[in-house]
């Protein structure tokens, strides 16, 4: 599997999010920020597929540059 | 107590060469006598080739500098004949610990292969293996070997001509003029030889200072590596403690950059630094203190024409990693037969541009491992700290993020994929030993001394391993120096192991410096002749630019 899943991928995205949101409750920035570098460094290796994640760095990088261009 | 670095071991004395109405010719000169020349120094005398070392000083250079040897640094010290010294009188260690402000995270074991003459590391003062070097050194040259090292001969300018290389030399009686045919500089991160010849050192600046301590104590820590991220006697920074022979202990502290240097040498600043560290009540002297920053960098090129760049002088990376000293010592391994074979017209000089390939591709490799060390060590934006930091704090709980802790990646040595010597490979043996991969040793039960080690096996030339399989007729001929080792997997298992795996036979062609060139299950006198060809520079392989 190198392909990288841009489709709808979980049975209940609110109940994923609302989740996300959760466990950020209360915390500071700092204490945030360091909570989503766990997330990514758990979920990186939870995917173990370096082709997957390089596609997933360069398709998050170019997202915020479309964004920015936007002006959003 | 006087140290090794007090004495003058290879004192002026004045030469005939100063006193001669014109330049007297010599093979080949070595500018530098720290390790990498000495180094270079014996392997080429213990190949025949004259050999002339010149060095600034006349003495070891003081302080512990490089501790860290590797094992394949033992290996190539085996085959230059001080191996058993310095494995003896160094530290043997393999545990390492990792804290990450109050707590230890984690530890490690290098968990060495067994089966090997050499163990993965030992620490052992600089000083200690120029010693050994410098006394290996002598003891040829008192059996009558060409080589000779003047002490106090500083090379104040080098000429570079087509067919040799002229050097101006200043001594405590005036100077003097040399020709050599060859000159290798080893002369150091900052080689004056590198500067003279005007050419390029460019790389990459960290802006940082560390303070190293050698101190001498009575302690009872652990003989292990200790690395501290963010430790509370060093806030914001990191830290290292490193057992060395004689008591001595490294102790490496992270500074930052904006620091006064010569204020923080001083003991009344480093001591409270180590009484932090180290607590109150434990005694200890300073043995060596220095603030040093680095840069990883390289020349573009480790040969133009007659002079050869090596060690420090040719590519410089930081410490973390050892791989300063041991990649050194890589070079010389590299360069020495090569030049050897040169000088006796039996290769054609193009065989010395595959160093230039070779320990390039090496010191890229070990310039990236070291960037990607100390980008780790010492985060540079907030980012990075954040990710840093939340490698750290899953590595206590979760064996997935360990492998992430990046407080240097210890030497190994390269494999020359690719390289411009390798011949044939054959993909039904095992990857570890595939061409340009350096030989892992193995027990030899069978070999000539009882419980032998393959690596003590090997010829000072080429050498045909065959496993399993009877080498074919006539290799003789093809090259009367050529070594031969026979076994079988029932006489040596684990080498047959390493080399065979699960295939019936197999048949290696090793380089003089213990790489392997060439392999294959069934092999021709031709296959082999023709991998020799290459291996020897005699015949082109694809073009590498």
């Known amino acids: 599997m190198t392909e990288l899943t841009l489709t709808r991928n979980l049975r209940d995205p609110d109940g ?36 997957v994640l390089a596609r997933a760095l360069h398709t998050a990088a170019q997202s915020a540059r479309v964004a920015d261009r936007a002006g959003s | 107590m006087t140290k090794i670095f ?65 094992k394949r640094t033992l290996e190539i010290l085996d085959r ?33 292969e067994d089966g090997h003459k050499r163990p993965a590391f030992i620490n052992l003062q600089q000083y200690y293996i120029e010693q050994f070097l410098v006394e290996r050194a002598q003891a040829l040259a008192a059996e009558g070997a060409p080589l000779e090292i003047r ?20 001594t405590p009686e005036g100077p003097y003029a040399l020709h050599a045919d060859w ?82 040498k001083a003991p009344e600043r480093v001591i409270p630094r180590l009484k932090a560290m180290l607590g109150e009540d434990v005694d200890f002297s300073l043995e060596w203190v220095s603030i040093y920053t680095f840069q990883c960098r390289r020349m573009e090129r480790f040969r133009h024409g007659r002079v050869i760049f090596a060690g420090d002088a040719a590519h410089q990376v930081s410490p973390f990693g050892a791989r300063g000293a041991n990649s050194g010592l890589q070079d010389v391994d ?51 700290r954040l990710f840093r930091d939340a490698v750290l704090d899953l590595a206590e709980h979760h064996a997935f993020a360990r492998p992430m802790v990046n407080s240097g990646r210890l030497s190994v040595p390269c494999i020359y994929d690719d390289g411009p010597l390798n011949g044939p490979d054959c993909d039904a043996l095992p990857p570890r030993t595939r061409p340009g991969a350096p030989a892992p040793d193995a027990p030899a039960p069978d070999a000539p001394l009882d419980n032998g080690w393959l690596l003590d096996q090997l010829g000072r030339g080429f050498t045909l391993l065959a496993i399993g399989a009877d080498p074919p ?17 029932d006489k040596a298992p684990v080498l047959a192991d390493r080399f ?7 048949l290696y062609l090793i380089r003089p410096d213990q790489h392997i060139c060439a392999r294959w299950s069934q092999a021709s006198a031709a296959d082999v002749a023709s991998a020799l060809a290459r291996a020897s520079g005699l015949k082109h392989g694809a073009s590498h630019d």
Not at chain 2, 159 to 170: K, M, P, Y
């Open chain 2, 473 to 489: 007729e006539g290799l003789h001929e093809i090259d009367p120096a050529l070594t031969v080792l026979v076994t079988t997997r």
């Open chain 2, 334 to 384: 590299n360069l020495c037969w090569k030049l050897a074979r040169v000088i006796a017209g039996q290769s054609p000089e193009r065989l010395l541009d595959s160093y230039d390939w070779e320990r390039v591709y090496g010191a890229d490799e070990n310039i990236l491992n070291s960037t990607r060390s100390t980008e780790f060590i010492t985060p540079k934006s907030e980012t990075s």
């Open chain 2, 500 to 506: 065979a795996g699960p295939a019936p036979s197999a």
């Open chain 2, 183 to 264: 000159l290798i500089a080893c002369d150091g991160a900052n080689s004056p030889t590198r500067r003279m010849m005007g050419m390029d050192f460019v790389g990459r600046v960290f802006e940082d200072n560390f303070l190293i301590a050698d101190v001498v104590m009575d302690a009872d820590f652990p003989t292990e590596r200790w690395f501290w991220f963010d430790p509370p006697f060093n806030r914001g920074q990191s830290a290292l403690l490193h057992k060395q022979p004689d008591n001595v202990w490294r102790i490496d502290l992270q500074l930052g950059w904006d620091i006064d240097r010569e204020a923080e």
């Open chain 2, 6 to 70: 007090d004495r003058a071991l290879y004192p002026y004395a004045r030469h005939p060469d100063q006193d001669a109405n014109a330049p007297v010719r010599h093979k080949v000169v070595i500018i530098g006598a720290g390790p990498v020349g000495l180094a270079a120094a014996i392997d080429l005398a213990q190949r025949g080739v004259p050999v002339l070392v010149l060095d600034e000083n006349d003495r070891v250079s003081h302080g512990s500098r490089a501790i860290c040897f590797a």
């Open chain 2, 151 to 170: 002490g106090r001969n500083r090379v104040e300018a080098v000429g570079a001509h087509s067919d040799h290389v002229r050097l101006e030399i200043e």
């Open chain 1, 16 to 51: 994923f999010y609302s989740n996300l949101m959760a466990v950020h409750e209360g915390l500071s920035k700092p204490e945030s920020d360091a909570l989503n570098a766990r997330l990514i460094l758990i979920l990186a290796n939870h995917i173990g597929d370096e082709t």
């Open chain 2, 80 to 112: 230059l004949g001080c191996g058993d010294v310095t494995t003896d009188t160094g530290v043997t260690w393999d545990h390492g610990r990792v804290f990450f402000g109050e707590r230890e995270i984690f530890s490690f074991n290098l968990l060495p």
